[in-house]
T-cell receptor, first 114, second 110 residues
Framework: AQSVAQPEDQVNVAEGNPLTVKCTYSVSGNPYLFWYVQYPNRGLQFLLKYITGDNLVKGSYGFEAEFNKSQTSFHLKKPSALVSDSALYFC????????????FGQGTELSVKP | NAGVTQTPKFQVLKTGQSMTLQCAQDMNHNSMYWYRQDPGMGLRLIYYSASEGTTDKGEVPNGYNVSRLNKREFSLRLESAAPSQTSVYFCASNGEFEAFFGQGTRLTVV
């Protein structure tokens, strides 16, 4: 069965500093990996995806993520955090060879302070 | 282009009552999902539909039923609501890669 783990419930960063939100996954075969963001009282918004190709993928709002197959990780990064980046971030995995279900991690609350 | 539309946005039920959450997408997607979101638990998959006429259980299907009426619509039914089903429910549809989410239904069972 596929699964996703986000080891940190909360990440606190000062504005202007780099940020990392961690994600590890467990799936057989080649996964599709995603990051989504949720602002208060809103649905989830797509940030970026890894399907194949370059291990470093770039997405919306200056975010990027690095796929590491040997460590089964897909950490979300941003070089310089903004206060407006404060939100709930979800990592997700999908394996079309296992029925195509989209499974999410438990989420990480990112707080960026001025 | 509405994307994914869920109704209702808010609902309060008494224990034992039934209700159906509606979801429709206008993006011609094959795959649709129902999730529930609880504090500290992330999004947990309730049911999944890979295409019209097919449904499959997710991580937490007990107490729920679904119906994929056609390619656009995927409804979630609570036959006998319980307080443990108090949650925020999200419907999503999946294109080739990323999923698109509705705005959510906040359900309280008292």
């Amino acid at each position: 069965a596929q699964s996703v783990a986000q080891p940190e419930d909360q990440v606190n960063v000062a504005e202007g500093n780099p940020l990392t939100v961690k994600c590890t996954y467990s799936v057989s075969g080649n996964p599709y990996l995603f990051w989504y963001v949720q602002y208060p009282n809103r649905g989830l918004q797509f940030l970026l995806k890894y399907i194949t190709g370059d291990n470093l993928v770039k997405g919306s709002y200056g975010f990027e993520a690095e796929f590491n197959k040997s460590q089964t990780s897909f950490h979300l990064k941003k070089p310089s955090a903004l206060v407006s980046d404060s939100a709930l971030y979800f990592c997700a995995v999908r394996n079309d060879n296992q029925g195509g279900k989209l499974i999410f991690g438990q989420g990480t609350e990112l707080s960026v302070k001025p | 282009n509405a994307g994914v539309t869920q109704t209702p946005k808010f609902q309060v039920l008494k224990t034992g009552q039934s209700m159906t959450l509606q979801c429709a997408q206008d993006m011609n997607h094959n795959s649709m999902y129902w999730y529930r979101q609880d504090p500290g638990m992330g999004l947990r998959l309730i049911y999944y539909s890979a295409s019209e006429g097919t449904t499959d259980k997710g991580e937490v299907p007990n107490g729920y039923n679904v119906s994929r009426l056609n390619k656009r619509e995927f409804s979630l039914r609570l036959e006998s609501a319980a307080p443990s089903q108090t949650s925020v429910y999200f419907c999503a549809s999946n294109g080739e890669f990323e999923a698109f989410f509705g705005q959510g239904t906040r359900l309280t069972v008292v």
